[in-house]
């Protein structure tokens, strides 16, 4: 299936995101070869081929809910590069914002 530089751009946009010419080529290129890969995968005959709705068995996913012991905080916190009163210390993420008050 043909991909056009248009194409590219309009997806990065509807994604927020920004490429440079050699990314929109290099992309237009990885999209053709996804889209023929998948082209070729339709002409494969699943007339016999019962649908898989699960890797593995549903019965392994839905196991038992029960309390187990865990690793002791001291040895767990010996991971941290900078462990903070018994707690692993992390950057902030989230800043207040400075929002005006309506009136």
Not at 29 to 35: F, V, Y
Not at 39 to 50: Q, R, S, W, Y
Not at 95 to 102: D, G, P
Request: charged letters at 40%; aromatic letters at 6%.
């Amino acid at each position: 299936m043909r991909v056009t530089k248009e194409d590219v751009e309009k997806m990065a946009s509807l994604a927020r995101l920004h490429f440079s010419e050699e990314e929109k080529a290099r992309t237009r290129r990885h999209l053709e070869q996804i889209l023929t890969y998948v082209e070729k995968l339709k002409e494969l005959n699943t007339k016999d081929v019962e649908p898989t709705y699960f890797i593995q068995n549903p019965g392994e996913v839905m196991r038992e809910d029960r309390v187990e012991p865990s690793l002791p905080r001291k040895e767990v916190l010996r991971n941290a590069p900078t462990p903070a009163r018994g707690f692993f210390r992390v950057p902030k993420v989230i800043s207040q914002s400075r929002r005006k008050k309506v009136e």
